[in-house]
Each structure stands twice: as structure tokens, then as C-alpha cells.
């Protein structure tokens, strides 16, 4: 830990927070030991100092919830919230006299929702124990949120299992939706996916299914909630324009960049790629 020579009243020893660099002619600190707020104060301002002269832009500070009293002395500094998780709070703090261009916050929630159909021509549909569905009666495909870290075909078949212990195979991505103020103002994309069923008995999840079943199709569509949904009716005839017809959606193929070395998926039309 560097430390530096300031002045007030008197000329005295200030430490400099440790920090690292990021890509961007910015600061990330980390902090990880308990210390006296009114020391972390100006171990802070001493280091922005520092960091002024040195031409960084944007700081980053993340508090783990166990060091949660020094937020206070950071927002005093003109540090703001940019985001929090279960275990910290990060803190962000711009030096130049200028607009900032720190990333805002994510933006999107992701979830997924499932075209399931076996071979009678029954969609596997389910009813909601919990949200606003509930007690409606209402009849509807397995849907649910991505997970941090998680691919759109795990999850999906990831929900389908947990909603209804069927076992499915990731087909296409038919379409996405996209929507806004959905979740705490949050926007809200939407992927609707098409799964061949592997298992065909059904056990509902007790927490958050009411009932669970396979459904044919028109008994599906005939349902006023479907009839009076543009949205619904628009995604069921997607799915039957794949089923009947020729409509192709979008297939996972495993990629990696040049940025990162992690494996990751481009969905892509191919049956159009193969046809070139």
C-alpha cells in the first residue's frame, strides 16, 4: 500500500487505497479488511488526488457486505450505486470535469419459454401456483429466467425439468421478445424455444406449478387468455409455421473469440447457412 504526504494543518502520512487498472485508463479497488470509516475517508480522497495527477477516469470500488459501514464515506466523496450482489456493492467515482462514460448497470432480465410437443401433437403446458397467472386457470408454455452465467438452451431445458421433470433436447430458438419496465424497470428479452421432449411422464414441481399436462393443440389455442393475446397467438403460430411448414429458427453452434477464451454460442439460421 503506497502511501503519500498531504496537507492540512499539518503536513502528514496518508496510505493510498491499493488498486489495479482496468482496460479502460480507470481504477478497480477491491477492499478486503475492516478499517475506521473516518480513516477510509481520507485513505479516499488521498488516492483520487493521486489518481487525478496519474490520468485515470473512472473508479471502482467494491464493499463487501461485511464493510458495509464505509459506504457512507464514499457516496460523501460523490462516489455513486452502479450495482449490488448478494455478497457486495460496487461504488463508482468519475475524476475528469466531464460527462462520464462509465457502462450503466445491466439493463435486461433474460428469460426463456418453451415449445414442447410430442408426437400426438400435445404441447406440454402448465399452470402457476405463484405470479400473476395464479388462480386464473390459465394454460401456458414452461417459461422462467436465465441464470448469471448460464447458456439460453441450458436454461430452458433447465426449466422445463424443474417445472415438470420432463427431459428435452435444445432444438431452435423460434423468435425473441423484447419489452420494457418489466422487472424493478428493468427491460425484459424473452426467447421462445423449441425442445424435443426425451421423457414423456409428468411430475409437476410442488412449489411453484399448480398442474401440468400435455395439451392438444387446438385446446391450447382455444383458451380466451391465448385468443385475446396478440403476442400468444402470434408465438403459437410461429411454432406451428415450424412444426407444418418451413419456418427455421436459430441452432447454437459452440464459438470463441478473440476476446475471450471461454466457449460460447452464435445462434444462427442454419439451415439457409448449409444451403449457400
Known amino acids: 500500500m503506497e502511501t503519500i504526504l498531504v496537507e492540512n494543518e499539518v503536513q ?15 481504477v478497480i479497488v477491491e477492499l478486503n479488511k475492516p478499517i475506521n470509516s473516518d480513516d477510509f475517508a481520507s485513505m479516499l480522497r488521498a488516492s483520487i488526488a493521486q489518481w487525478r495527477k496519474q490520468g485515470k ?4 470500488i467494491k464493499v463487501p457486505i461485511e464493510l458495509v459501514n ?9 462516489f455513486w450505486y452502479h450495482h449490488a450482489e448478494p455478497k457486495h456493492l460496487m461504488l463508482i467515482y468519475w475524476i475528469p470535469e466531464c460527462t462520464h462514460t462509465l457502462p450503466a448497470n445491466a439493463s435486461h432480465r433474460v428469460g426463456v ?10 404441447v406440454l403446458v402448465v399452470q402457476e401456483k405463484t405470479g400473476i397467472l395464479r388462480g386464473t386457470g390459465v394454460w401456458k408454455f414452461p417459461t422462467g429466467v436465465v441464470e448469471e452465467g448460464e447458456h439460453i438452451c441450458d436454461a430452458v431445458v433447465r426449466e422445463v425439468k ?66 385475446t393475446s396478440e403476442l400468444l397467438k402470434y408465438i403459437f403460430d410461429l411454432c406451428l409455421a415450424k412444426i407444418d411448414k418451413t419456418y427455421s429458427g436459430f441452432s447454437p453452434v459452440l464459438t470463441t473469440s478473440n476476446i475471450s477464451n471461454e466457449n460460447g ?12
Open 265 to 276: 454460442y452464435l445462434y444462427l439460421n442454419s439451415r439457409d447457412l448449409r444451403s449457400q
Open 70 to 78: 464505509l459506504v457512507e464515506a464514499a457516496v460523501k466523496e460523490r
Open 113 to 122: 419459454c418453451a415449445f414442447v410437443m410430442n408426437e400426438k401433437r400435445e
Open 162 to 227: 424443474e417445472e415438470t421433470d420432463i427431459d428435452t433436447k435444445f432444438i431452435e430458438v423460434l423468435a425473441f421478445r423484447q419489452s420494457h419496465k418489466a422487472f424493478f424497470e428493468k427491460s425484459d428479452l424473452s426467447f421462445i424455444c423449441l425442445l424435443q421432449p426425451l421423457s414423456f411422464n409428468i411430475q409437476k414441481q410442488e412449489s411453484e406449478i399448480d398442474a401440468a399436462q400435455w395439451m392438444s393443440l387446438d385446446e391450447y389455442v382455444a383458451q380466451p387468455f391465448v385468443q
Open 12 to 26: 502528514q502520512e496518508v496510505k493510498l487505497l491499493d488498486a489495479i487498472n482496468d482496460d479502460h485508463e480507470g
Open 57 to 60: 477516469r473512472g473508479v471502482w
